[in-house]
């Protein structure tokens, strides 16, 4: 049985929806993701939340066209993702990996400069891609400030803590995507950003700054796929989640579908209690007793 | 700025290197007569048919394999990945040392293209070899890499002795170049072929200087960036070998030059390819136009094999690195 995300979104944006058909990924006869059917909406953030090896970032990679399915079929905006090209790609979706280990020295500037530049000169038709030099250096400088790291850009990246590694890497990723007219109402449509467990690392004044950013660029059209492993950042920024267990789907829905104790404690096979945050309304984890 | 500054200098530096390079040797030339009287029939027979190949062999050799090691590091995303010491020059020198020694067996005249062709086809199976052995889902094992190159080269050394064992007296004269390097005995046609092998494969090569880029991110990272991987790693793969055999295959296996270029560059103006490139094509040649003008200046009459003298240097260059990195840069 299908089970879809689609909640209280209009036919328009259902065309430039992501859907995953009976997807299933399988490394040497072992199933990673198995009878996976579950749709992405942009203007959204979905959080894919499981145990380790549940299968998220393997999901993530399939969305990304990093990996293909062994079964069923991905659809991107109404075409099998098979039939997009990773350049055509490249400019319509970030990709956000846990670890990303830069081979040589490189400023932060020029790592987010090499994000910004994928949109310079790739895609079929040139003439629309060329960017100017000032275009290229704004998305550079928007991506910078989105993760506070224009003090840092001329550190060596390899010298950076971990979390500043982190957000130089959002901040590349994000500069790929960078809309033209950032203030636009509907600036970020038909692009996405997939972030594997993005909140890694960072301390928490990035944490909430992103997260607080991220939710207004899915106003603006954007979609976001991210897995998570803390629930209740989870439940303050997700618009829909996914519950993976064992590379299979155990619930799907809004937040209100799937945030059900039994629900829970089996993805996360954990003891679970939860509460109601007396503030935003929102569901509240707490390890149980 | 600075690259600008560094490009320019090696510019000059360069351009100086083949000016000495064309006035000295063992036949000496006055400024002075030759102002006056201009050249001599012998002179200019030396200076444009035996010096002016020679250096611009050198020069061209020297980019060549700069930008090979320059390819090779960023496909293996490690410094130390340098045509000589994972095996690539050996490989494709056992490819020409076959030819030399069995090519007449199998054609009546053995031709310089044959044994282009047959370097080429070693060193692009080298590399790939060496790939695929240290290569884990899209990760580097140094060691690996490292170790399949000692391997690969003691087997090419064993194998290059036993061709050795086997050669005629004329033969073995042929092979000592291999084994050394050296840039004696070259004509303006090699210098022609060479030329354009390696014209093929730098413009290639700076082609895939973005992908390149988007390769210090790691393999994945580059593929999300909209490159394809696999075609890249190919292209790198067939690129570089060009470039390795063809030097090799007219003069010799020269280590280290695909080492201390690339390393020295990066130091100084960084690892974006697009400067990178350009000026290690730059500091590679220039660095082989001077050490072909010492090698033949410093015991003339006689000459020093040129590959020597790049290990001599190259060696305890080699070593500063290793103790760089042991205390952590």
């Given at each position: 049985?299908?089970?879809?995300?689609?909640?209280?979104?209009?036919?328009?944006?259902?065309?430039?929806?992501?859907?995953?058909?009976?997807?299933?990924?399988?490394?040497?006869?072992?199933?990673?993701?198995?009878?996976?059917?579950?749709?992405?909406?942009?203007?959204?953030?979905?959080?894919?939340?499981?145990?380790?090896?549940?299968?998220?970032?393997?999901?993530?990679?399939?969305?990304?066209?990093?990996?293909?399915?062994?079964?069923?079929?991905?659809?991107?905006?109404?075409?099998?993702?098979?039939?997009?090209?990773?350049?055509?790609?490249?400019?319509?979706?970030?990709?956000?990996e846990?670890t990303v280990d830069v081979a040589f020295s490189l400023t932060v500037e020029q790592v987010v400069s090499l994000g910004a530049e994928v949109?310079a000169d790739?895609?079929?038709?040139?003439?629309?891609?060329?960017?100017?030099?000032?275009?290229l250096v704004?998305?550079v400088?928007?991506a910078l400030?989105?993760?506070?790291l224009?003090?840092l850009r001329q550190r060596d990246v390899l010298t950076l803590s971990?979390?500043e590694q982190k957000r130089t890497q959002l901040a590349r990723v994000?500069a790929q995507?960078?809309?033209?007219?950032?203030?636009?109402?509907?600036?970020?449509?038909?692009?996405?950003?997939?972030?594997?467990?993005?909140?890694?690392?960072?301390?928490?004044?990035?944490?909430?700054?992103?997260?607080?950013?991220?939710?207004?660029?899915?106003?603006?059209?954007?979609?976001?796929?991210?897995?998570?492993?803390?629930?209740?950042?989870?439940?303050?920024?997700?618009?829909?989640?996914?519950?993976?267990?064992?590379?299979?789907?155990?619930?799907?829905?809004?937040?209100?579908?799937?945030?059900?104790?039994?629900?829970?404690?089996?993805?996360?096979?954990?003891?679970?209690?939860?509460?109601?945050?007396?503030?935003?309304?929102?569901?509240?984890?707490?390890?149980?007793? | 700025m600075r690259v600008i500054i560094v490009k320019w200098s090696l510019?000059?530096?360069?351009?100086?290197?083949?000016?000495?390079?064309?006035?000295?040797?063992?036949?000496?030339?006055?400024?002075?007569?030759?102002?006056?009287?201009?050249?001599?029939?012998?002179?200019?027979?030396?200076?444009?048919?035996?010096?002016?190949?020679?250096?611009?062999?050198?020069?061209?050799?020297g980019a060549g394999l700069a930008v090979a090691g320059v390819a090779l590091q960023s496909l293996f995303r490690n410094p130390l990945a340098e045509p000589?010491l994972i095996?690539?020059?050996?490989?494709?020198?056992?490819?020409?040392?076959?030819?030399?020694?069995?090519?007449?067996?199998?054609?009546?005249?053995?031709?310089?293209?044959?044994?282009?062709?047959?370097?080429?086809?070693?060193?692009?199976?080298?590399?790939?070899?060496?790939y695929?052995?240290a290569t884990?889902?899209g990760y580097t094992?140094v060691?690996?890499m490292l170790?399949?190159?000692?391997?690969?080269?003691?087997?090419?050394?064993?194998?290059?002795?036993?061709?050795?064992?086997?050669?005629?007296?004329?033969?073995?004269?042929?092979?000592?170049?291999?084994?050394?390097?050296?840039?004696?005995?070259?004509?303006?046609?090699?210098?022609?072929?060479?030329?354009?092998?390696?014209?093929?494969s730098l413009?290639g090569l700076w082609w895939l200087k973005r992908p390149m880029n988007a390769f210090l991110l790691g393999e994945r990272t580059a593929l999300h960036m909209g490159f394809?991987p696999?075609?890249f790693k190919?292209q790198v793969m067939?690129l570089s070998?060009?470039l390795?055999?063809?030097?090799?295959?007219?003069?010799?296996?020269?280590?280290f030059v695909g080492l201390i270029v690339p390393h020295i560059i990066r130091l100084c103006c960084g690892a974006d390819h697009r400067t990178l490139l350009p000026l290690s094509a730059l500091a590679g040649a220039s660095l082989?136009?001077?050490?072909?003008?010492?090698?033949?200046?410093?015991?003339?009459?006689?000459?020093?094999?040129?590959?020597?003298?790049?290990?001599?240097?190259g060696?305890?260059f080699f070593?500063m690195m290793l103790?760089a990195k042991?205390r952590g840069f």
């Amino acid at each position: 049985m299908a089970v879809f995300l689609d909640t209280a979104d209009s036919l328009s944006t259902d065309a430039q929806a992501i859907e995953l058909n009976a997807v299933g990924f399988c490394v040497a006869s072992h199933a990673l993701l198995r009878g996976v059917n579950v749709r992405f909406l942009p203007g959204q953030i979905s959080v894919i939340l499981g145990q380790n090896g549940a299968g998220k970032t393997t999901l993530l990679r399939l969305l990304a066209k990093e990996i293909l399915p062994s079964d069923g079929r991905i659809m991107w905006a109404g075409r099998d993702l098979t039939h997009h090209s990773l350049s055509s790609l490249a400019l319509d979706r970030g990709v956000l990996e846990q670890t990303v280990d830069v081979a040589f020295s490189l400023t932060v500037e020029q790592v987010v400069s090499l994000g910004a530049e994928v949109g310079a000169d790739v895609g079929a038709n040139f003439a629309l891609h060329v960017d100017t030099k000032a275009r290229l250096v704004a998305r550079v400088e928007a991506a910078l400030t989105a993760c506070d790291l224009q003090y840092l850009r001329q550190r060596d990246v390899l010298t950076l803590s971990g979390g500043e590694q982190k957000r130089t890497q959002l901040a590349r990723v994000l500069a790929q995507i960078w809309p033209e007219n950032d203030q636009q109402p509907n600036a970020f449509a038909g692009k996405w950003l997939f972030l594997d467990e993005w909140t890694a690392g960072l301390d928490l004044k990035h944490q909430l700054c992103l997260g607080t950013q991220m939710q207004g660029w899915v106003k603006k059209g954007l979609g976001i796929v991210m897995s998570l492993h803390d629930l209740n950042y989870a439940a303050q920024l997700a618009h829909t989640c996914v519950l993976l267990k064992k590379g299979e789907v155990l619930q799907a829905g809004t937040l209100a579908e799937t945030f059900k104790l039994p629900l829970l404690n089996e993805a996360l096979d954990a003891v679970l209690r939860i509460e109601k945050d007396p503030i935003t309304q929102k569901p509240w984890v707490l390890p149980g007793l | 700025m600075r690259v600008i500054i560094v490009k320019w200098s090696l510019v000059v530096v360069l351009m100086a290197g083949i000016a000495f390079s064309m006035l000295f040797g063992t036949m000496a030339l006055d400024l002075n007569t030759v102002w006056a009287q201009g050249l001599s029939a012998q002179q200019s027979l030396v200076l444009w048919h035996i010096r002016l190949p020679r250096v611009v062999m050198a020069a061209m050799v020297g980019a060549g394999l700069a930008v090979a090691g320059v390819a090779l590091q960023s496909l293996f995303r490690n410094p130390l990945a340098e045509p000589g010491l994972i095996g690539v020059s050996s490989s494709a020198a056992l490819g020409a040392v076959l030819i030399i020694v069995l090519g007449a067996m199998w054609w009546g005249s053995v031709e310089a293209w044959h044994m282009s062709l047959m370097a080429f086809a070693f060193g692009i199976a080298s590399i790939g070899f060496i790939y695929l052995i240290a290569t884990r889902q899209g990760y580097t094992d140094v060691a690996l890499m490292l170790l399949a190159g000692v391997a690969l080269n003691a087997l090419t050394g064993a194998l290059i002795g036993v061709l050795v064992f086997i050669a005629d007296d004329i033969q073995l004269r042929s092979l000592t170049f291999w084994m050394m390097g050296s840039f004696a005995n070259l004509s303006w046609n090699t210098t022609y072929f060479v030329g354009a092998a390696m014209g093929v494969s730098l413009i290639g090569l700076w082609w895939l200087k973005r992908p390149m880029n988007a390769f210090l991110l790691g393999e994945r990272t580059a593929l999300h960036m909209g490159f394809n991987p696999r075609r890249f790693k190919w292209q790198v793969m067939l690129l570089s070998a060009l470039l390795v055999s063809s030097s090799v295959s007219v003069v010799g296996v020269i280590g280290f030059v695909g080492l201390i270029v690339p390393h020295i560059i990066r130091l100084c103006c960084g690892a974006d390819h697009r400067t990178l490139l350009p000026l290690s094509a730059l500091a590679g040649a220039s660095l082989l136009v001077y050490a072909d003008l010492f090698a033949r200046i410093l015991i003339s009459p006689g000459e020093l094999p040129i590959g020597l003298l790049m290990a001599l240097l190259g060696g305890p260059f080699f070593l500063m690195m290793l103790l760089a990195k042991r205390r952590g840069f």
